[in-house]
């Protein structure tokens, strides 16, 4: 079944009296347990793609369905409650709350979210799960000030995980990151999707995106190629998956 789908998804941005067509004509299926990479020149629509695919922002034409609904024709408050009950978002630009620990900050969504009708108490010991699994469990009570972008972007992780979403949508998760951290990080979300979250990123990274199960090109808010991997095995298959996909991404003038 697909998680999401868009059919002629358009999007025109008006600066200035000036029409901007991002997105133009965009169809795609994203299946259940897939992992999606988004790949494509800087101000091709990538970023647009994520925030019209999830409801954050509006869409100018076509439609977007989530898990067949179509998000142009619920109201602002459904979709916030859809945001925050089956999405989890990791963001470059990490939205963290300064005045609160990182702990705080990571179960803000589980504090917010009417489904989830556990005590604080299960909700905190959830975390702090999560935090041990991605290895910051030694942050909890620092300020958000007082970690490193790697720590923070883990951090994100764990926040974009605490109800459980269906599906997590990611913009560039580990732009900021050094190489060993950007693994680290994308170990935890090739983990998650084996357990059966369903994600989409956005990444510049040839070793990101070859970790995916499937990788969209696109050029000038178009989908230009399309690229289907396995689903990755284990580190001995990764220089191969690298290399077919750098090679194919220079087919397309990458
Ligand atoms: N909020 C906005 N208002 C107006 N124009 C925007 C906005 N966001 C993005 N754009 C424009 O849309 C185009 C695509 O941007 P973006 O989706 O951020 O590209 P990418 O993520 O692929 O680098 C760019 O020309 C950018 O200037
Ligand atoms: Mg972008």
Redesign the pocket.
Same mark, same amino acid.
Request: no cysteine; hydrophobic share 30%.
């Given at each position: 079944m697909n998680i999401l789908e868009t059919k002629d998804l358009c999007k025109t941005?008006i @600066?200035n009296k000036r029409q901007?067509n @991002?997105l133009k004509n965009v169809s795609l299926a994203v299946g259940e347990g897939e992992m999606v990479a988004v790949m494509?020149?800087?101000?091709?629509?990538?970023?647009?793609?994520l925030y019209a695919v999830s409801g954050m922002d509006g869409i100018t034409a076509g439609k977007v369905l989530f898990c067949g609904k179509n998000i142009a024709e619920m109201s602002q408050k459904e979709l916030a409650v859809l945001r925050l009950d089956e999405m989890g978002f990791i963001f470059q630009q990490m939205y963290m709350l300064k005045n609160l620990t990182v702990l705080d900050n990571i179960i803000l969504p589980a504090a917010q979210s009417k489904k989830n009708k556990e005590p604080r108490r299960e909700t905190v010991q959830r975390c702090r799960e999560l935090m041990r699994k991605l290895g910051i469990s030694d942050i909890a009570d620092n300020d958000i000030n007082e970690v490193s972008g790697g720590q923070l972007q883990r951090a994100c992780i764990c926040r974009s995980m605490m109800n459980r979403p269906k599906m997590i949508f990611a913009d560039e998760p580990t732009g900021a990151l050094n190489r060993t951290s950007s693994d680290e990080v994308m170990e935890e979300l090739a983990k998650l999707n084996s357990e059966g979250t369903t994600i989409m990123l @956005?990444t510049h990274d040839v070793k990101v995106a070859a970790k995916c199960t499937r990788v969209l090109y696109?050029v000038d808010g178009n989908i230009k190629g399309e690229y289907n991997l396995n689903k990755c095995e284990g580190f001995s298959q990764m220089r191969e998956r690298e290399r077919s996909l750098n090679n194919w991404l220079l087919e397309l003038g990458w």
């Open positions: 941005y @600066v901007n @991002v494509g020149p800087s101000g091709s629509g990538k970023s647009t793609l @956005v696109i």
